[in-house]
């Protein structure tokens, strides 16, 4: 018997990039699947319902090894981490219906191979697409690189990058529960206003409008920096290592700024961190998986009392993705870009 | 009743500087000291038998925030670490005849304000001389950084830059106790040599005989480099990290070739740091001095049964401090630097 086909669109990579992401370099493709698994495989297949857009996929688009996806396949489809709905399993873990989150591709059906890091959804009464911001992957970043590469204090003074983006906006959120000050750069006037009103952060400041950044971060940290959360790079992270306090704490997890060049810029005066004793402490969230369960369990609840809150950008339909991408590296986002492929 | 007055020529710096020290950058002055201490002080008045000839000092003879002594005053005499024996004492831990270790002058006579952070010196069937290599600063330098910092396992591989220096040569030997793979750089043939046939090091290079450090790095780290001992810093450390491994670990006490830069060079790759998940850790041994008695406990006996060496660079008498000091800089001295001033 013929199994059952769907449409499913899918938005393709066209090849290898340089320079700055942009629509013409992704296409979408209309295509066929039929609604069948492999005999013997553990494979799922899921009908996505929501996409994330993350700033590491710029780096699985160019042909060198990638931080921990592989690189993504000129005229393939391409992928990253998506909510989405168990169609057929084969896995024993998952059935029809259940909601999972994983690594998914930019499509409406994905077939995901041995059920390969899916996991399963285990609280909807949260919004499903938080689990590819603050219960997901950029949720964890911040939670791990805080509270357990930043070892950090009550009272110590925090400066976060790329502020209001996935990762920043609670990395400040936990600084300020954990009794830290807490200041953002954000790169516009709507960013910064709110990382002060809605996110919390004793300040902030638009960077594009500061010509000299060490003055900068002098003027907001008068007594220094004690940890950096480094999602920028180049200038900023030189600028900080000029304001860093003795024996500070560098977590970085990105530097977006140097994603789109073919040579990251220089960072001037490196030596700093021995002169400081500060610590950079590199890290991929990929690593740090197994504290998921406890990591949502932590952070459900903060959630659900209104101590946290999360800021979304979504857009609708998978259309929208190749747009929402190439936002992100022009700050167009406000918060976490999400795409909504369909309602659950 | 007069107090005795002897003569002591001292070493002066006569401005701050930029570039490569010189020497019309010191003159030696001769002066005269009363052999006294001012009353109700617990100052300690100390003859100097060996003085350090180390690369932070340079670090001192500008108008900057320095790494952790305090600047030097032009016109004034040039400090740092000696061996000296103490010829008055009104501290309670020193007396008359005691061999100490600790910050003294470049000159004949110190006083030292409050026997201010002076070790006594236990042993003497170790060469005084020692006291300011192995069994000191540079010594404890290396214990630390490789032991408390570099988190080193059997069979890791290590690469040393600077390697036949005070420090370098120790945390290569320190390595190869500890079961591991160690290469080293330095600026010359002997040099080289001196590491793979004296040292115990597995491999050596020439840095100035090489035109692509990474490709260098590379033919000698196959499998790339886990813990890297970073005493040089700009192009060499640019090359690390592109040859270090997953999780690798950078200890950072000194990056020589920026201590005669206006502006740091630029390190073009530090995003590195997160795509290998890499600490870099900063220190300034002047934080660890507290493990100094565990650490003479354990190296002493390795130094006596002959399980470690120490190459020692020794100049004669005073007047030729400053052509040693100078010479650190100009790769010229071949193993520690020291400064013999008189005989005990």
Do not use: C
């Given at each position: 018997m013929a199994s059952t086909e769907v449409n499913n669109n899918q938005v393709i990579l066209k090849d290898y990039i340089t320079g700055m992401p942009k629509l013409s370099h992704m296409l979408l493709k209309s295509t066929k699947l039929p609604l069948q698994l492999k005999d013997g495989s553990q494979d799922v297949l899921a009908k996505n319902l929501y996409l994330s857009c993350d700033p590491y996929m710029r780096g699985c688009m160019r042909n060198l090894p990638s931080y921990f996806t592989p690189i993504f396949t000129p005229g393939s489809v391409i992928n990253g981490y998506g909510v989405a709905k168990v169609v057929i399993s084969n896995h024993p873990d998952f059935k029809e219906d259940d909601l999972v989150m994983g690594i998914t591709g930019?499509?409406?059906?994905?077939?995901?191979?041995?059920?390969?890091?899916?996991?399963?959804?285990?609280?909807?009464?949260?919004?499903?697409?938080?689990?590819?911001?603050?219960?997901?992957?950029?949720?964890?970043?911040?939670?791990?690189g805080f509270y357990d590469l930043s070892s950090p204090k009550a009272g110590e003074k925090v400066f976060i990058s790329a502020a209001s983006g996935a990762v920043g906006q609670l990395v400040g959120q936990f600084a300020k529960m954990h009794g830290c000050y807490v200041v953002g750069?954000?790169?516009?006037k709507q960013k910064v206003e709110l990382l002060k009103d809605r996110l919390g952060f004793d300040d902030a400041f638009n960077y594009k409008e500061e010509l000299d950044l060490h003055a900068t971060l002098k003027r907001y940290f008068p007594n220094g920096i004690d940890i950096y959360f480094e999602n920028v790079g180049s200038k900023m992270l030189e600028a900080v290592l000029e304001?860093?306090?003795?024996?500070?704490?560098?977590a970085a997890c990105g530097m977006i700024s140097e994603y789109?060049?073919?040579?990251?810029?220089?960072?001037r005066n490196i030596s700093r961190v021995i002169s400081k004793r500060i610590k950079i402490q590199?890290?991929?969230?990929?690593?740090?998986?197994?504290?998921?369960?406890?990591?949502?369990?932590?952070?459900?609840?903060?959630?659900?009392?209104?101590?946290?809150?999360?800021?979304?950008?979504?857009?609708?339909?998978?259309?929208n993705a190749p747009a929402a991408f190439v936002g992100l590296f022009e700050g167009k986002n406000i918060g976490k870009q999400v795409v909504r492929i369909c309602d659950e």
């Open positions: 930019w499509e409406e059906y994905s077939i995901i191979p041995g059920g390969n890091q899916l996991q399963k959804i285990r609280y909807t009464d949260i919004p499903l697409s938080y689990y590819l911001g603050i219960l997901g992957m950029p949720g964890l970043t911040a939670y791990v750069s954000a790169g516009s304001n860093m306090n003795l024996h500070g704490r560098i789109n060049l073919e040579e990251g810029q220089g960072i590199g890290f991929i969230i990929h690593d740090y998986w197994h504290m998921y369960p406890q990591f949502v369990e932590k952070v459900r609840g903060s959630i659900k009392e209104g101590k946290i809150v999360y800021v979304e950008d979504i857009a609708d339909g998978l259309e």
